[in-house]
C-alpha cells in the first residue's frame, strides 16, 4: 500500500511569491491534515481536512490556506512568501475513526530566499 | 490542550532496552497518550498508542502509570534504526488530526 505522498520533494522561492504544495493521502484515507516543522517551532499544526472542508486550523496568517478535493487529495497554498515560511511542511492522513494513527509523508522543503 | 514533558536527550546502548519517559500531569480523563517517531529526513512515524492500560506491539510497549501523570514508551531492544527523536502527544478521542508536539525526546543509540 502505498503510503502518503507529497510533491514536490523541495522547493525554492523568493519572498513576495506564492506556493502550491501537493499530498496524496493513503488510499481510502479520508482526512488529511498539514504541519509546519521549523528548527526554532518545531511541528506546528496547520489544518485539517475532511470531506472537502476544513474541519480545524492552526494559529497561522490567511496567508496559508489549504483545500481538500473529492479523491481527498490536498493542496496547501502559501501567498506573499516571507523569509520565515521556510521550513519542512507536512501532510499526514488517518482513517477518521477515532484514534486511528496519523501517516505522515516525507514532507517537501521550502526554501524562501 | 495539556501539555506533555520529557527529557531533550537521551542515550542508550544497541541491543539494550530503552525506557523514554513522559510526564502529563494535566491529562484529562478523555485524552489518549500517543507516541510518535522522527526518524532523520523522514515525516513522524505512529509508534503506539493507550488510554488506561499497558499496551503492546510490534515496535514497543507502553507503560501507563495508575494515575495516568505519566507513561513510559518502552523499546525492548534498540538497534541503531531507532535513533530518532520520540514524541510523546496526549490527544482528545474525537479522531481529530490537530496533534501538539512538544520538543520530543532525541535518541541515540550507542553501537
Known amino acids: 500500500k502505498a503510503g502518503v505522498t507529497q510533491t514536490p520533494r523541495y522547493l525554492i522561492k523568493t519572498r513576495g511569491q506564492q506556493v502550491t504544495l501537493s499530498c496524496s493521502p493513503i488510499s481510502g484515507h479520508r482526512s488529511v491534515s498539514w504541519y509546519q516543522q521549523t528548527p526554532g517551532q518545531g511541528l506546528q499544526f496547520l489544518f485539517e481536512?475532511?470531506?472537502?472542508?476544513?474541519?480545524n486550523k492552526g494559529n497561522f496568517p490567511g496567508r496559508f490556506s489549504g483545500r481538500q478535493f473529492s479523491n481527498s487529495r490536498s493542496e496547501m497554498n502559501v501567498s506573499t512568501l516571507e523569509l520565515g515560511d521556510s521550513a519542512l511542511y507536512l501532510c499526514?492522513?488517518?482513517?477518521?475513526?477515532?484514534?486511528?494513527?496519523?501517516?505522515f509523508g516525507n514532507g517537501t522543503r521550502l526554501t524562501v530566499t | 490542550d495539556a501539555k506533555t514533558t520529557q527529557p531533550n536527550s537521551m542515550e542508550s546502548n544497541e541491543e539494550e532496552p530503552v525506557h523514554l519517559p513522559c510526564n502529563h500531569s494535566t491529562i484529562s480523563g478523555t485524552d489518549y497518550i500517543h507516541w510518535y517517531r522522527q526518524l532523520p529526513s523522514q515525516g513522524p512515524e505512529y509508534v503506539i498508542h493507550?488510554?488506561?492500560s499497558n499496551v503492546n506491539n510490534r515496535m514497543a510497549s507502553l507503560a501507563i502509570a495508575e494515575d495516568r501523570k505519566s507513561s513510559t514508551l518502552i523499546l525492548h531492544r534498540a538497534t541503531l534504526r531507532d535513533a530518532a527523536v520520540y514524541y510523546c502527544?496526549?490527544?482528545?478521542?474525537?479522531?481529530?488530526?490537530?496533534?501538539?508536539f512538544g520538543q520530543g525526546t532525541r535518541l541515540t543509540i550507542n553501537p
Open positions: 481536512y475532511f470531506s472537502e472542508t476544513q474541519r
Open positions: 493507550g488510554l488506561t
Open positions: 499526514a492522513s488517518s482513517r477518521d475513526v477515532g484514534n486511528s494513527p496519523l501517516h
Open positions: 502527544i496526549l490527544r482528545k478521542d474525537q479522531g481529530a488530526q490537530k496533534l501538539v
